[in-house]
């Protein structure tokens, strides 16, 4: 079983839909959870860290469920910016990283 | 603009070369970490410096040669690479806590004849 797993997608969403992508992990003791977006051939940024109490930003809600061991983000109101990949990211102390696989988003007009 | 810079973007070498690929972050942070990403895979971590020691070495071979000459800098020597290595080669940095958010540099995408 891989430390860290997401649906790879794609997601194919017309504008204005509104698309959720969940990622599971596999040690209890991860502490650190992050949604990451990157685009084709460029680096990942960092959209939002997540947190057992939800946390917003925007259209954006990401949430994290320690007892089922999943995080997931919400994307409202979609745009076609929102194409991209996106990565969930855990680190379990000692800076170690493990990312998910990605989900491919398509928002189509 | 991303505060993490990486030179050069792109860079292609032979086998038998000894190239490195260089990084530098603006935003104060102690932490730098290098990854490799093939196409259509997620970022895989190899190495992690933390107040300039190594922290983390992903097992990765020897051919790679991680150095951070200060907080500031981090660079990554290559020597005698094999074509698999191809691949964009990330840094990122991080405030000092071990869990923290990472920023990425823009890469530099290497091609290994």
């Known amino acids: 079983r891989k430390e860290v797993e997401q649906d790879p997608g794609p997601f194919n969403v017309p504008e204005g839909a509104t698309v959720a992508f969940n990622c599971t992990y596999s040690?209890?003791?991860?502490?650190?959870f992050f949604w990451y977006r990157q685009d084709c051939r460029k680096e990942p940024k960092l959209l939002m860290s997540?947190?057992?109490s939800g946390n917003e930003d925007g259209r954006f809600t990401a949430q994290l469920n320690r007892a089922s061991q999943y995080i997931s983000l919400l994307i409202r109101d979609s745009k076609l910016s929102d194409s991209a990949t996106y990565l969930c990211?855990?680190?379990?102390?000692?800076?170690?990283?493990?990312f998910g696989a990605g989900t491919r988003l398509f928002v189509k007009a | 603009d991303t505060e993490v810079t990486q030179t050069p973007k792109h860079l292609v070498m032979g086998m038998t070369n000894k190239k490195s690929l260089k990084c530098e972050q603006h935003?104060?942070?102690?932490?730098m970490y290098w990854y490799k990403q093939k196409a259509k895979k997620p970022p895989e971590l190899m190495f992690v410096?933390?107040?300039?020691?190594?922290?983390i070495n992903e097992s990765v071979p020897s051919r790679f040669s991680p150095e951070c000459p200060n907080s500031s800098l981090l660079n990554l020597h290559l020597h005698a690479l094999q074509p698999e290595d191809s691949a964009l080669y990330l840094c990122?940095?991080?405030?000092?806590?071990?869990?923290?958010?990472?920023?990425f540099g823009p890469g530099t995408r290497l091609l290994v004849l």
């Open positions: 410096y933390s107040y300039e020691k190594l922290s």
């Open positions: 997540v947190y057992s």
């Open positions: 935003m104060g942070h102690r932490a």
């Open positions: 040690n209890s003791a991860s502490q650190s």
């Open positions: 990211v855990v680190m379990t102390g000692g800076f170690k990283t493990i």
């Open positions: 990122a940095s991080s405030q000092d806590r071990e869990v923290g958010a990472q920023y």
